[in-house]
């Protein structure tokens, strides 16, 4: 079965970077998707960044110009590189792979803490 296993999370000021990672292994066979979301307490889980099979990729209007989503695909590797870190991108981010809009498989979440 798919798993998804994030790391990269973690503490840092404002103004900083961080890089995840999302390592998938298992049969990934017909997925043609894989992101983040993120959630903070009294916002809605926000899609970040796409990046597909064929190479497309897409951003949310807030993180646009500073995050950067990319894949290897041997191994099946996902990362959001994450610069010019803002207070308000606290969040739990949340790796997914799946078929279009259609999530199929979810990472366990892993927390980035940006302080002023």
């Known amino acids: 079965q798919v798993q998804l296993v994030e790391s990269g999370g973690g503490l840092v000021q404002a103004g900083g970077s961080l890089r995840l990672s999302c390592a998938a292994s298992?049969?990934?066979?017909?997925?043609?998707?894989m992101g983040w979301y993120r959630q903070a307490p009294g916002k809605q889980r926000e899609l970040v960044a796409t990046i597909t099979r064929g190479g497309g990729t897409n951003y949310a209007d807030s993180v646009k110009g500073r995050f950067t989503i990319s894949r290897d695909n041997a191994p099946n590797t996902v990362y959001l590189q994450m610069n010019s870190l803002k207070p308000e991108d606290t969040a739990v981010y949340y790796c997914y792979a799946g078929l279009g809009l259609v999530v199929s498989h979810w990472g366990q979440g892993t927390q980035v803490t940006v302080s002023s």
């Open positions: 298992g049969s990934i066979f017909s997925l043609n998707a």
